[in-house]
């Protein structure tokens, strides 16, 4: 509940301290037993000569006097509504003087100083802790001030800058090194009850983002890259790049061992001597891309689209895909010299027209793969599954010694 200092007459003296009550009329119950007053005969006004009809209007800690039409000597009843209406003038003329000083307040906030109007911690949030300093109604000096005359206010200057902002145009605005989490408490304690709700939502959606782990994108990877020194090896393992295009990007070198690369596009990129040991590449279209020297062993490639991609190193470096799943992958004109696929998984993939010379086969899972026009010459199809498989118009023939089971 709130206080209120209450007066017979503007002298201010023999005043008592008064709990406001829920109504006007008890409230002026209260007072009239305190003064020996008869309820009806007198009236309580504000400081600044307005007459109170409604508890609301009155605000902790504020000033409030009598009419005194109910005391019984006339004489004191005559002389105190004259000491009242000269005190009233005296408010009248000291809120003018008020006024005509400064519209303009410096203040002082853990040391860094902010220049703002009196309009601006007004008008917006009129209940707020900073209105309630400033607004000329109240005539109270809201805290010390320092050799400038600033009022000091002993909080962050940090957060206090985004919550004068938002009173000046209404907008919650945070720099990028700014925690919204500290602005929340500070606007929290100005009591700036409109700009609370926005910063919750801002940490809510700030959070989430974190949670959900959203994948990297483009910009993301070519920042990496071109804040990475050609010396030193640039990892992405782990990460999660599901989605991206990195299109015929130079992606050289890089580490994505464990990396989610589900659903990248990934056409005519340069991925040559990268690591994708037990990346997923599922779903990932690879057409024409650069596959010199890359190491796979066991990664996820199923429905991924390889079309075009060259895989033979002039240096002789070889591809490994051991034990990787190309399961339905479409591989198709694909050169694939001296790979190894060991124990790979191709079931139901698209070879055709696929250069596998030398290539490592052994025990990989052929079921269903359309090798039609693709060049086998000296390749390793020992303990190969090769059930349904197409060998149609292939360009050299199958020696026994690689036949299958």
Request: proline residues 2%; charged residues 25%; aromatic residues 6%.
């Amino acid at each position: 509940m709130k206080r209120a200092f209450v007066f017979k007459d503007a002298s201010e003296r023999n005043g008592k301290v008064m709990v406001v009550e829920d109504t006007i009329k008890d409230f002026k119950k209260q007072i009239a037993i305190q003064y020996d007053l008869s309820e009806e005969n007198f009236k309580i006004y504000l400081d600044n000569g307005c007459e109170i009809d409604d508890v609301r209007v009155i605000r902790e800690n504020d000033k409030i006097y009598l009419s005194l039409e109910g005391l019984k000597n006339s004489d004191t009843h005559s002389k105190s509504c004259e000491t009242l209406e000269n005190g009233m003038k005296v408010f009248s003329v000291s809120n003018e003087k008020e006024r005509t000083i400064s519209d303009w307040i410096m203040l002082n906030v853990g040391g860094k100083y902010f220049v703002t109007s009196r309009s601006t911690l007004v008008a917006k949030e009129p209940l707020s802790m900073l209105a309630r300093m400033f607004d000329n109604d109240l005539y109270l000096n809201p805290s010390p001030t320092d050799s400038k005359g600033a009022y000091l206010i002993d909080r962050s200057p940090e957060y206090f800058e985004p919550i004068l902002n938002y009173l000046r145009h209404g907008e919650v605005i945070l720099d990028k090194n700014i925690n919204p989490k500290g602005v929340l408490e500070e606007a929290i304690f100005y009591g700036v009850d409109s700009m609370i709700a926005q910063l919750k939502q801002i940490i809510e959606e700030s959070t989430k983002h974190t949670d959900n782990n959203q994948p990297l994108t483009r910009n993301d990877v070519i920042r990496s890259i071109i804040m990475t020194s050609t010396k030193e090896e640039l990892r992405f393992q782990g990460v999660n790049l599901a989605g991206a295009d990195l299109n015929r990007l130079d992606l050289r070198y890089i580490n994505f061992k464990y990396a989610c690369l589900a659903g990248c596009n990934l056409s005519h990129a340069n991925l040559s001597f990268c690591c994708l040991e037990r990346a997923d590449l599922s779903a990932a279209n690879l057409e024409g891309a650069q596959l010199l020297g890359i190491k796979a062993l066991c990664a996820n490639m199923e429905g991924a689209i390889l079309k075009g991609c060259n895989m033979e190193d002039p240096a002789r470096s070889k591809t490994v895909l051991e034990g990787v799943n190309l399961k339905g992958a479409n591989l198709e004109c694909s050169n694939m010299s001296s790979v190894n696929l060991r124990l790979a998984s191709l079931k139901n993939a698209n070879l055709q027209n696929c250069v596998l010379r030398c290539a490592e086969l052994a025990g990989a899972d052929l079921e269903c793969c359309d090798l039609s026009g693709s060049d086998l010459h000296e390749a390793n199809l020992r303990g190969a599954n090769l059930k349904d498989a197409a060998f149609e118009l292939m360009l050299t023939p199958l020696h026994m010694s690689q036949t299958i089971r």
